[in-house]
């Protein structure tokens, strides 16, 4: 099972990115699949989560609205779009996945989460 992140750069405020996580090893539909970031001398946060089988999405506040998460099965790939970037987005971005269908008090919890790949920095510039 791996998870590979890609998609980080440097943006401008106001500009938009979009994340990919390939998921290698499994049907990416049988796990469900998040995105945590990590910005110096920070925790981990959640920012947003797509549950296996029925689609359901979670966000962390600071994104709701500017940020969307989705996956294409065939292509085994989860994203997340980045629009109307704040320099407080500036982390490195990291994809994690489990067998789990976690529910909104548990999806944002790192323990959630089997498989974790390397990030991918996001920087946004004010």
């Known amino acids: 099972v791996q998870l590979q992140a890609s998609g980080g750069g440097l943006v401008q405020t106001g500009g938009s990115l979009r994340l990919s996580c390939v998921v290698s090893?499994?049907?990416?539909?049988?796990?469900?699949v998040s995105w945590f970031r990590q910005a110096p001398g920070k925790e981990r946060e959640g920012v947003s989560c797509?549950?296996?089988?029925?689609?359901?999405?979670y966000y962390v506040d600071s994104v709701e609205g500017r940020f969307t998460i989705s996956r294409d099965n065939a292509k085994k790939t989860v994203y997340l779009q980045m629009n109307s970037l704040e320099p407080e987005d500036t982390a490195v971005y990291y994809c994690?996945?489990?067998?789990?269908?976690?529910?909104?008090?548990?999806?944002?919890?790192?323990?959630?989460?089997?498989?974790w790949g390397k990030g991918t920095k996001v920087t946004v510039s004010s």
């Open positions: 994690a996945a489990g067998a789990v269908s976690p529910i909104l008090s548990s999806w944002a919890s790192p323990g959630t989460y089997h498989y």
């Open positions: 090893g499994f049907s990416s539909d049988y796990y469900t």
């Open positions: 797509i549950r296996r089988r029925d689609g359901r999405t």
